[in-house]
Structures are given as C-alpha cells and as structure tokens.
C-alpha cells in the first residue's frame, strides 16, 4: 500500500464497480437474499463473510451469472446485468471444486477462455505464459489436473480465471480445500496477485481469518441481510451487533441496563451482587435501556490483586485454562456463574504460569476496551 | 497358496467355458463332414493308444478355412454382418445419448426410476420381444394401421424383411447397453465444469462439445463396444425382422450347422468371426484399462 490510504468506501465522489439495488433473491419460498444494497469499487479485495446458507454463494453466483435476482437490479460498471448469461460478462469465477478440465493439461485449461475469443494465437501462448509465471506454474503446463497436487490446482484454477483479464474476479472459497500452513502461505499470494493484476476479488468464505486477513473490506452475512460492511479492523474491534462480534473471534458478553454517567460514558448494572460496570459507547442509550457489553479476551487483564487504578475489575475463580502456544486463555468463573475469557500472551518462553485451576483472581479492563451493543 | 486359488476360480472359468469349447470347435473346424453320428471325421479314438492320435491328427487339415475364401457368399456375409453393425451401432449411439444425458439432467428423485425403465425390457423374454416388433412392423401391423388412420401415408409401408428392420430391431434390444455406460459417464460428471466454461466464454452448445462430450467419451466408446461387439454375430434379430434378403453371418453360421448339417463349414465361420471379434474386444478392454488408470 502506498502512503495514501486506499479507501473509495469513504469517497462520495468514487463509482463503486458493482452495485446491488435492492437484491431479493427467492428459491420457491425459501429467500436466500433479502432485499440487500451493496457497493463494491474497483481494486477492492472484497469478502462475503458468514456461515453456511447465509446467502454468500448466492451474492457471487448472481455476479458469475448463474443465478437472477428475483428483484432489484445489479450493476456492474453503470450497467445493469440481470439476464445476461455468464459467458458475455467480463467476470470470471474461481469454483470452490476448482473445476479444472480433467481431459485438458494444465495449459490448455488456461488457455481454454482465451480461445473461446478466437484471439490469436501467439497472443494467446504469450498470456499463458505470462499467467504460468504469475503462478509459478511453468513446470507443470504440460501435466494434466489429476498429476499435480491440491496447492498446484488452485494456482491452475487461480491462472485460468484470471487469464481472460476480468473486470472482477470472484473467489468462490478459493482456499478451502488446503491444509491450514499451505492455506496461510496462500492467502498472501492471492494478495499479492490482486495488487500486482489491479483485478476486483470477491472472495466468498466462511473463515473470519482468511477473510480478516486478505480482505480490504468484509461483510458479515446472515440469513440473506448484510449484519456489517467494513474494514477488518472495524468489524473486529467495533462490531454493530452482538451477531457480529460473537462471529468474528472470541468474545465476552455482558448483558445488563444501561444509565448514562457523564459525556458518552455509560454505567451498566449487571448482575446482582456485582458492582457496575462503566463503558463509553458513541451510540446513546437511555436510561434503563437493556444492552451488551462486548468485550474481547484480549482486552481483559487478569492479576492477582485488584490493580488500583482499574474502572472496571471483577473477582472470580479460574475454571479452564487454554494454553495455545503463543497465547493463553483463561476461564474465570465469577460468582453469579457468569464465565469470563481472559487472554495473556506468552512473552517469555517456559516462565512458570502465574495463575492455576481455581486460583482467585482479579479480571480488569479499561473503560473503551468493550464495545456497548443493543439487545 | 490362498491367493493361487483365487485366481484359479477366474481361471477355471474361462478354461472350462471358453477354452475347452473354442478348441473343440477349432478341432471340428479342421475335420471333414461325413454321414455319421457325430457328423464329421476323424474322431479320437483313445483305445486305438498313440497310433490312434496320429491318425486323428493327419486327418485334420485347412480345407475348410479355404473353402469360405472361395464361395463369396462368406466374405459377403461378414462385410454386411460389419456394416449392419457399423450402422446400428451409430444409430443406437444417436438414439442412446439424448437418453443418457436427459436421465443425468434429471432430479435426482426421478433417476432410479428412469434407470428401472431402461432395465425393466430385460423382464420379458428377449425373443417375445423381437416378435412383437414383427406385429408392430408387418404390414397389417399396428405402425401401417397408425399412420394409414393418421392420412400420413395411404400405402402401408414396407419395412419387415428389410434391412430398416434389423436396424430397428438392433438399436431397441442393445440400447440399455449404450444407455447404461455413458450415463454412468454424465452422472459423475461435475455440473460446476459446464459453469466453469460458460464462465470462461462458452455458449451452452460449445460447452457441451469441449466439456460433456469429451468427458463422456470412455462411456460413448464402451457402449459402443457393447452394441458392436453382439450385434456382429447376431442371429435371431435378422432371421426374424430381416427376411431372406439380410446376409448376416450369425444366419449363415446357423444354416450350415443347422440346414446344411456341415458342422466343419460352419465351425471354421465361427473361428473366422471370433477372429474379427477378438480385435473390437481388445480394443474395448484397452479403453476399459485406460479409464481406470485415469481415475486413480
């Protein structure tokens, strides 16, 4: 990325590339996608992030053009392409299944698309060569699917869509038919690629990693209605709903009523017994009004002693502890029964933990660590 | 020692029902006819000890095999027998294919009884069946009485005892064979491979002859095989649907045996036939052997 920070979300002035007007899609009764607006401008890496039968898959095959909306209208660069059948759209696919020609080497199903355009011949063999290259592909063109490995044939997959120079380039779970370490390396090179060919992606998936990480914007789906349409870190740290923030990673939820106590800071009364918890929220809340404090393990401090100058620290008792390597996380149990997640890296290698099951201990987190979301 | 005998089994098989028979009839095939019971000489006569095998073997000669390069009624029938085979096989394949490809196309629920009806033809008797073509194809028969009661035509049309007949009745008896194998090529193939081409710039024609036509071919070669192979030496199609006019080697074979009582003659047609089978099966078993190492 350069210096200035790409972003033509948040220009008014910027055309988006693909837009959604109202999209209703229906299959008999059942409504995959529910009357959903969206923007997508040009270069962007964008994500179709949400559990299966979201309607994600359904968002990219009415792009690819192998489904309709039932209503509304999409537009791909001010025209409209509802009807129009996939082979007259500048948008290729990447299949989940990969969908390699089997009785084709690996050249010829990178060459396939570009045939379909009768374009001449050593312009056709130098695209080829050039897309082998992109992927690193050159020693296997003459191989055919079934003699390479599942890393190779989602390059071969990647190189045949992208061989035909489409406007946008949708990614139907690209990478998940890789082991997690391939998947990773993986991820980074289909960024790399996007940056290098300028080419929009739309990936579809259901891993809020992958998407977090190779994404410039994600959307959280569910049930046919886009939930958040934002940058990774915005989804992440400032979640408009608890469906968000419970999707994307781990997450403490404390429900309670909230009464305001000074300029955007909120007090909110949980459980009984327990002192009030005080949280800032940009988004106003009334007086007794219910709602959930969001609050991200990470963000919670665990300590033996309640530190002194802490807004917000409960008691309570370790349950569980997770030891993930680089990470700890730990299960404290407070005495309503509430269990709060509290996570510590591992900085220093093989120090004694500090804590143990059943240990007291104190959990503490600042006044902005949490995010307060309405019931 | 437990794996010998398995492989045994397969063995015996063949040996006790193909090889034991095929030598018999390649011995009959160089023997000559006689009026005797069986009706060809020399016979083995074990009591007569090794003289006796000497004997039998100076007996059996070639006679036969140059016999059928004389009379051209042979070689006339084995030409015809290839063509009618050659055709009805094309046929059953332009016939076959739509079939398969509707029934892989179809929902899912809707498959095994397609497959049912494609099977359930074997219930009834092969030869009932081919006579009942005989009652649909005569001239009295129910096709002329339709087409006359329609006004399409106003004489009824002559098509048992042709040629026209054998086809029909060739590509109706073996089109489960066709059927069969190149449904099983469509059905395991990968919908998302059409998209993909259409995706990539394809008409749905297009995609159908670069992507579904080449992915069927393994199931377009065995069904051909399997239509092509028993369609060769069929006998009872054309002696009921084709008439006296129909030259096909299986009718031949049979008159010699049957009618003329010459079993060297007719013997020696078969080994000829076996012969110009044996390359169309080794062919199909290639194309088989192929497949499978494909899929691995």
């Known amino acids: ?375 | 020692m437990r794996r010998f005998f398995l492989i045994a089994v397969p063995y015996l098989w063949l040996l006790a029902l193909f090889l034991v028979p095929f030598i018999i009839v390649l011995k009959i095939s160089l023997s000559d006819t006689a009026l005797a019971i069986p009706p060809y000489t020399p016979t083995l006569d074990f009591s007569a000890g090794w003289q006796g095998i000497k004997e039998f073997l100076t007996g059996l000669d070639l006679e036969n095999f140059v016999w059928l390069t004389e009379d051209d009624l042979y070689w006339k029938a084995y030409l015809s027998s290839l063509m009618i085979a050659l055709i009805s096989t094309a046929l059953t394949l332009l016939v076959g294919y739509p079939i398969a490809y509707g029934m892989a196309r179809a929902p899912e629920e809707w498959r095994a009884t397609l497959m049912m009806l494609i099977i359930l033809p074997f219930w009834t008797s092969f030869l009932i069946r081919v006579y009942a073509w005989i009652g649909i194809l005569s001239q009295e028969g129910v096709l002329n009485q339709f087409l006359l009661w329609t006004g399409l035509i106003d004489q009824p049309l002559i098509i048992l005892n042709t040629k026209i007949a054998v086809y029909i009745g060739i590509v109706y008896t073996y089109l489960p064979f066709m059927i069969l194998p190149i449904y099983a090529a469509l059905d395991r193939l990968d919908e998302s491979l059409i998209e993909a081409a259409e995706d990539l710039g394809c008409s749905r024609l297009s995609a159908f002859w670069l992507v579904t036509i080449p992915l069927s071919r393994n199931g377009i070669v065995a069904g051909c095989f399997l239509v092509f192979i028993p369609a060769l030496g069929e006998f009872v199609i054309p002696s009921l649907l084709g008439g006296s006019g129909t030259l096909m080697i299986g009718k031949v074979l049979w008159e010699e045996f049957f009618s003329n009582r010459d079993w060297p003659v007719a013997s020696a047609v078969a080994i000829v036939l076996l012969a110009i089978l044996v390359i169309p099966i080794v062919l199909f078993q290639r194309n088989q052997q192929k497949q499978a190492e494909a899929e691995q």
Not at chain 1, 52 to 61: A, E, V
Not at chain 1, 148 to 177: M, N, T
Not at chain 1, 230 to 235: G, L, S, Y
């Open chain 1, 1 to 375: 990325m350069n210096s200035t920070k790409f972003a033509p979300w948040a220009d008014p002035e910027a055309k988006p590339l693909i837009r959604f007007q109202n999209v209703t899609k229906r299959f008999g009764t059942f409504t995959a996608i529910d009357n959903l607006s969206l923007d997508i401008y040009e270069r962007e890496f964008f994500a179709l992030l949400g559990p299966s039968g979201c309607g994600k898959t359904t968002m990219m095959r009415m792009l690819g053009g192998f489904e309709n909306p039932t209503e509304g209208r999409i537009e791909l660069a001010g025209k409209d392409i509802s009807g129009v059948p996939p082979n007259k759209r500048a948008v290729n696919m990447m299949f989940q299944s990969y969908a390699l020609f089997p009785h084709l080497t690996v050249w010829d199903n990178i060459a396939f698309g570009l045939r379909r355009d009768s374009k001449p011949k050593p312009e056709i063999e130098a695209r080829v060569a050039e897309m082998l290259k992109l992927t690193r592909l050159e020693k296997f063109a003459k191989r055919k699917p079934h003699q390479i490995s599942g890393g190779q044939r989602q390059r071969v997959a990647l190189a045949r869509s992208l061989a035909k120079a489409p406007k946008l380039l949708l990614l139907d779970e690209p990478l998940g038919a890789l082991d997690k370490k391939l998947r990773q390396d993986t991820q980074f090179e289909l960024m790399d690629i996007q940056e290098k060919t300028g080419t929009t992606f739309v990936i579809v998936t259901h891993d809020q990693e992958e998407a977090m990480t190779v994404a410039s914007r994600v959307a959280v789906m569910d049930e046919g209605r886009l939930m958040q349409v934002a940058t990774p870190d915005r989804i992440y740290e400032s979640p408009n709903s608890i469906y968000v923030a419970d999707f994307i990673g781990e997450v403490n939820i404390i429900e309670g009523t909230a009464t305001p106590d000074g300029e955007e800071t909120y007090r909110i009364d949980w459980a009984d017994g327990q002192e009030p918890i005080r949280a800032t929220s940009a988004r106003s809340f009334a007086t007794g009004e219910k709602c959930a404090l969001a609050i991200r393990p990470e963000k919670v401090t665990i300590s033996a002693d309640r530190p002194a100058e802490a807004v917000n620290a409960v008691q309570g008792k370790v349950l569980d502890i997770a030891y993930l390597g680089n990470i700890s996380t730990y299960h404290v149990e407070l005495p309503s029964g509430t269990v709060i997640k509290a996570q510590t890296a591992n900085t220093r290698r093989i120090s004694r933990r500090s804590f143990t099951w059943d240990d007291p201990v104190w959990l503490s987190w600042t006044v902005t660590g949490g995010v307060l979301l309405a019931e």
